[in-house]
T-cell receptor, first 106, second 113 residues
Framework: KNEVEQSPQNLTAQEGEFITINCSYSVGISALHWLQQHPGGGIVSLFMLSSGKKKHGRLIATINIQEKHSSLHITASHPRDSAVYICAVNGNQFYFGTGTSLTVIP | EAGVVQSPRYKIIEKKQPVAFWCNPI?????LYWYLQNLGQGPELLIRYENEEAVDDSQLPKDRFSAERLKGVDSTLKIQPAELGDSAVYLC???????????FGPGTRLTVT
């Protein structure tokens, strides 16, 4: 049983498309993280949020605590957005999703 | 400010050999994490330190894995002896305190042949 589920597992989009990645979790949390991992690269934290919505450039993250659900949106997607996006939550320990592999085609 | 530093970046060893990974967290960060990441999977926590104390090592295979964080700064993760199934990326992360935003190092890619 995975405490954190992400969908889709794989996503291919055309450059410029609006992208949504979903994350559902089953444990009580104090915060949720969205992480980005490029092939062969380290992990970069994109957002940490515990309520509402945050925006950095073309990235938007939302969380609904009651529904135990979060979404990561990318507007005007670009090939450099191609990466694995991982959802992680602070419960009594850290739980990670298996990631969503995004490929943006020029 | 330097990020989390890990070395080596890559390591290839034969099975049954020992191997050690080193991590230098961000200065001032109280909490240090070691994760294992298999291809196509999310990171799995091996051990979490608060200062020099290992507060969560429930997922660390203690028969062959050991870790230390002397003086509450740098940390070393050791595998002895390594098995084929240990091939993975070993990630180190740190945060100001437990539960705060984590900053990840580049990882060490281990290949056991």
């Amino acid at each position: 049983k995975n405490e954190v589920e992400q969908s889709p597992q794989n996503l291919t989009a055309q450059e410029g498309e609006f992208i949504t990645i979903n994350c559902s979790y089953s444990v009580g949390i104090s915060a949720l993280h969205w992480l980005q991992q490029h092939p062969g690269g380290g992990i970069v934290s994109l957002f940490m949020l515990s309520s509402g919505k945050k925006k950095h450039g073309r990235l938007i993250a939302t969380i609904n605590i009651q529904e135990k659900h979060s979404s990561l949106h990318i507007t005007a997607s670009h090939p450099r957005d191609s990466a694995v996006y991982i959802c992680a939550v602070n419960g009594n320990q850290f739980y990670f999703g298996t990631g969503t592999s995004l490929t943006v085609i020029p | 400010e330097a990020g989390v530093v890990q070395s080596p970046r890559y390591k290839i060893i034969e099975k049954k050999q020992p191997v050690a990974f080193w991590c230098n967290p961000i200065s001032g960060h109280n909490t240090l994490y070691w994760y294992l990441q298999n291809l196509g999977q999310g990171p799995e926590l091996l051990i979490r330190y608060e200062n020099e104390e290992a507060v969560d090592d429930s997922q660390l295979p203690k028969d062959r894995f050991s870790a230390e964080r002397l003086k509450g700064v740098d940390s070393t993760l050791k595998i002895q002896p390594a098995e084929l199934g240990d091939s993975a990326v070993y990630l180190c992360a740190s945060s100001l305190y437990s539960g705060y935003e984590q900053y990840f190092g580049p990882g060490t890619r281990l290949t056991v042949t």
